[in-house]
């Protein structure tokens, strides 16, 4: 029948209507706004109040619901024989099926037993800040920066401020647990840590909850969309390391060598240029000295390298005799060298000199 643009039944229609529209846009339903925006009229099938219509407003309404309600067709309801798991699972696919796949639904939880921790964080608020209150506030930014969701939050909060609402530092709460109960952490786990902090197990939340969170208990439903989650690995102090190479070696040369630079002084904190190039220096004059063979030492390669030799006055343990060795081999030495260094190793053999004359 025809509606009396002027009456209040019709009036009251149509704020239901705008109200129950309304509620789907903010749900993510475009089209439960209306189409365009005309001056108010009292003919029937046009504006009763400006920007919409009874009509209009109706029409819309029966298609939203024709729509919802065949999305909520296609997906299953939960059944009472359902488990748990499974009872949730389909309820949230009805869900987005409604609202859609990128809706957020936010489920109420309880910490329980990370309640106190949590608690005890958020109190302490000002210390694991190490005394900054605008560390969180300098910290998002940046962070948005290198990550994308944690970029859109920070988007939407420099939105607001735009709009006049402005962030306050003590928005942003801090929720932090450890796997290392009886030793709590001192400092924030993005800020540097105190030397006596153990970051292992460390889970530190950022929740930006203006006028929320105030105190936290165990049995307390809470719920919050999820924005951004990583992990870090932060090294320990002092680790025992080790550097390996395995390659094979070319079959028409032999095996190369690697040269490990050691520190002479454990005491200096960085290697410098000159302490590097001894490094290098020495080794090469060691290499040189290792190439000699005993043959290039003539007569003397029969005693050297002397280091593979023992030579103990007191004839306690097993050793050799030097000056006995070179009386005995004279003869062969007097050939490799020369009659003119006989008193030289004679000198030599009995201990006093081994200088050539």
């Not at 290198?146 to 530092?169: K, P, W």
């Not at 450890?178 to 153990?198: M, Y």
């Not at 939340?205 to 307390?220: E, S, Y």
């Not at 490094?279 to 390669?301: F, H, I, N, S, T």
Request: hydrophobic share 50%; glycine share 8%.
């Amino acid at each position: 029948g025809q509606l009396d643009p002027a009456a209040a039944a019709t009036r009251a229609l149509l704020s239901a209507l705008q109200a129950a529209l309304a509620q789907a846009e903010l749900l993510g339903w475009r089209s439960a706004l209306a189409s365009q925006s005309v001056a108010a009229g009292n003919a029937q099938g046009e504006q009763v109040a400006a920007g919409d219509s009874v009509a209009a407003a109706q029409a819309r309404a029966a298609a939203l619901l024709a729509e919802v309600t065949a999305r909520r067709a296609a997906a299953p309801a939960a059944l009472a024989g359902d488990a748990p798991g499974e009872q949730v699972r389909k309820t949230l696919a009805r869900m987005h099926a409604v609202l859609g796949k990128s809706h957020p639904i936010l489920p109420l939880f309880t910490l329980g037993g990370l309640a106190a921790e949590s608690a005890a964080s958020l109190a302490v608020r000002d210390q694991l800040l190490n005394g900054d209150d605008l560390a969180i506030v300098g910290w998002l930014p940046k962070l948005g920066a290198v990550r994308e969701n944690t970029g859109l939050l920070n988007d939407v909060i420099s939105a607001t401020e735009a709009m006049g609402v402005l962030t306050q530092a003590s928005d942003f709460k801090l929720l932090q647990t450890s796997a290392q109960i009886d030793k709590p952490v001192k400092r924030w786990g993005a800020l540097p840590c105190d030397p006596d902090d153990d970051l292992r197990g460390v889970v530190a939340v950022v929740a930006h909850a203006p006028a929320a969170l105030a105190t936290l208990n165990g049995d307390d439903a809470i719920a919050g969309l999820f924005v951004d989650e990583w992990s870090e690995t932060i090294p320990a102090k002092q680790e025992t390391t080790g550097l390996s190479f395995h390659f094979d070696a070319p079959g028409a040369r032999a095996p190369q060598s690697m040269l490990l630079a050691v520190p002479h002084d454990l005491s200096v904190p960085n290697w410098t240029l000159d302490a590097l190039l001894g490094v290098v220096d020495e080794a090469l004059a060691l290499a040189r000295l290792r190439a000699v063979r005993p043959q290039d030492l003539q007569g003397l390669g029969l005693l050297l390298p002397g280091l593979f030799l023992s030579n103990n006055f007191k004839r306690d343990v097993p050793s050799l005799d030097f000056a006995r060795l070179v009386e005995t081999n004279l003869g062969m030495l007097r050939a490799a060298y020369g009659q003119n260094t006989a008193n030289s190793f004679m000198h030599m053999a009995a201990g006093t000199s081994i200088v050539s004359e």
